[in-house]
């Protein structure tokens, strides 16, 4: 994977506080080892206070909020899971609209556990094939996706690429599969 990602800027999308930490950090490793530039994009300027499932764990600065974040400023979008930070995400207009803008302009986007509540409200799963934590799977299917239970589903059936996985146990496949679609 080293070097795939060389020029490419990739923005990580999260609330303030209840991303799940793993989900953040691996997905951040594999982008900076493939020589891309990993930015984090949230709805408040600081810091976010990133869990352990349900203890705090880190924090880690924001680059830019997503008022001043513009989708062609980058070349993919990741979305980490948790699952407040998915649910706080989906309420928040501006985020909302930030992920759709990356599917109307045809850039890959990943995104695992309860990160797919987000997709949902972006109105963005409609004939996709998507996987997610299992609880999120009618969710899916009422907004007209296929839900699937793998480690990792890469869905070229729309406007961009979509990886979506499970769980933080998927992780190793769905950063391989993350990186090779915001490779291109």
């Known amino acids: 994977m080293t070097g795939t990602l060389h020029g490419k800027t990739i923005a990580f999308l999260v609330g303030p506080e209840g991303t799940e930490q793993v989900e953040l950090t691996e997905p951040w490793k594999a982008v900076r080892e493939a020589g891309g530039t990993p930015r984090l994009i949230s709805t408040e300027s600081g810091s976010v206070q990133l869990f352990n499932h349900l203890d705090k764990g880190d924090t880690q600065a924001v680059d830019a909020t997503v008022d001043e974040a513009r989708v062609e400023d980058f070349d993919g979008l990741s979305l980490p899971g948790g699952v407040a930070n998915p649910d706080f995400l989906r309420t ?18 990943s995104a695992i556990c309860h990160a797919p509540w987000t997709l949902i409200e972006a109105d963005v799963v409609r004939g996709r094939e ?15 996706a296929t839900w699937h239970d793998e480690e990792v589903v890469v869905c070229t059936a729309g406007p961009n690429t979509l990886v979506t996985s499970r769980n933080p146990d998927d992780l190793p496949a769905y950063n391989k599969a993350a990186v090779e679609a915001f490779a291109g």
């Not at 928040?92 to 986007?109: E, M, N, S, T």
């Not at 998507?130 to 007209?144: C, E, H, I, K, M």
Request: aromatic residues 12%; hydrophobic residues 50%.
């Open 92 to 109: 928040q207009p501006a985020a909302v609209a930030f992920v759709k803008g990356f599917f109307d302009a045809g850039k890959p986007v």
């Open 130 to 144: 998507v996987a997610s934590w299992p609880s999120l799977q009618t969710d899916l299917r009422n907004a007209g």
